[in-house]
Every structure is written in C-alpha cells, then in structure tokens.
C-alpha cells in the first residue's frame, strides 16, 4: 500500500479529502456516522484484502489494517470460519454469517458476530461488506446460563440416586424385617385377609398410589382412603366391612362418597380397576 493511499485513507476517515478540501455537507455527515458506528463495517475484495474499515478493536490504526488480508488479523480457528463464510458469499451471492472469539491486545476476550453481504455491480459481485457487532454480553449470559442448566442437570441426576437409594431401603428393610414379622402374625393366627391387605401394602410402598390417593385436592376422609386401599386390593364390601367393624350400609356409602371426589359417580367405571391404575 502507498504512503499516499495511507493518507488518502486517513483524510476520508477524517471527514476531508485528498487535497484538504472539505466534504460536502452530506460526505461529513456519513463519515461522523461510520465514525461512530459501535458496530465495526469492512469492505473486502475477493482477496479478502481490506478496502474499507470504519475503526479497529485491535490497538492499530486504520492506516495500519488498510490493503492488509483480513485474515492476517485473526487465529487460526477465526479464520477458517471467516474464511468459509467469505467465499460462500462470493461464490453464491447471497449473506453469511460467522462468530469468532477474539481476544483484545489487554487479554480481554470479545465474541463477535459477522455479516458478510455481497456488493454487486453490473450483476457481479466485485467486494463484500461485513458488519461485524459485538455480542460479548449475550455471550457471556448464554455461556453462564448453560452452566447452571449443567448444574441443575446434575443435581436433579443426584436426586434421583437418593431416590433409588431410598426405594432400596425401603424394599430391604421390607424383606428383612417386616415380611418376617408378617409370618410370625400369620403363624399366630391373625386374620389371615387382614395379614395378606398388609402384605401387599407393604410390597406397593414404594408406588405412587399413596400419595395420588391421598392429594389434599380430592378431600378423601382418613377412612375413605384406608377403604380405597382395601377397594384395590380386590376386597368386597362385606370383607372390608368386617375388617373395620363397620356395616356394608356404611362401606356402600363411603365407596358411593368416594366415586364423586374421584370424580367417576356418573361413568360405568369399575372403582377397584380405577384406583389399580392410579
């Protein structure tokens, strides 16, 4: 580049021309525009060689990236995204875009977002101009945003250990400890319906059924609930009536109160096959 196209350069940037003379009215004021522009606009030619840069963010002059390949000022992995982005807006004409990191001559790290938009004349594509904006910020929160979701990710992979965990000490103790006072219930004589309802109560203690059944949003009585257990199990009015000491009249009347909070009290549904599916 010439020391005269340097200073061709340095006069446009400054809002005059070559020769001293003042740009008209309408020049100085897209000039103070570009200027001031916070995003950075550069025109290239095929050879990515810079034909136009309103300001740097590198620590050099205009002057100084002027003529220069626009690649000379990036890293490696920077240019090749730069560089495919580029040619794909020669090649085909239409507007491309690329993101790279940059790192500033203080250490300070920028991400950046480019906009390469072909410049055509006579129906060829003679320059490009990239718009590039600084998007550091979004960046930034869309880069802490996914470490928090990383660390939910996590935490709720932990949680779900401790609930295995849990339903594992509940099994065991299930089997090492109650199961074997069950058979001694049954060797005694206990109510042998009576043994077998806790039974399998114990066996379903990890399943959903008993917090379904008892969501305070049904309003299901204390009693109602323990007759739905029994309902589940396959036990008949009369069973269920003897086992709590109760009349069938009254059993009819729970399971006929407990249809409505279920809402199925109209619906030819089968309550036992309800609640297993619960």
Partial sequence: MTEISRKKLASLIAGRDPCGE???????????????????????????????????ISGLSVEDV?????????SPESEKKA????????????????????????????WLDARVA??????????????????????QMEMALEQKNIALREIIAQIEVEKNKIKEDILSNVDEILMPILKKLSARGASRRYVDLLRRNLEDMTSSFGRKISDRRLRLSPREIEICDMVKEGLASKEISGLLGVSCQTVEKHRKNIRVKLGISNKSVNLASFLQQL
């Fill in 66 to 74: 002027f003529g220069k390949k626009l690649y000379d000022f990036m």
């Fill in 118 to 139: 072909p410049n055509i004349h006579k129906g060829a594509i003679h320059s490009a101009t990239i718009v590039t904006t600084d998007v550091t910020e979004s960046k």
């Fill in 83 to 110: 560089r495919e982005a580029i040619e794909s807006t020669f090649k085909t004409g239409k507007v491309s875009r690329y993101e790279i990191r940059h790192r500033k001559p203080d250490g300070e790290i920028m």
């Fill in 22 to 56: 003042m740009l008209n009215e309408s020049e100085v004021k897209w000039r103070s525009i570009l200027r001031n522009c916070p995003d950075i606009i550069i025109s290239i030619d095929r050879d990515a060689r810079v034909l136009f840069i309103n300001h740097t």
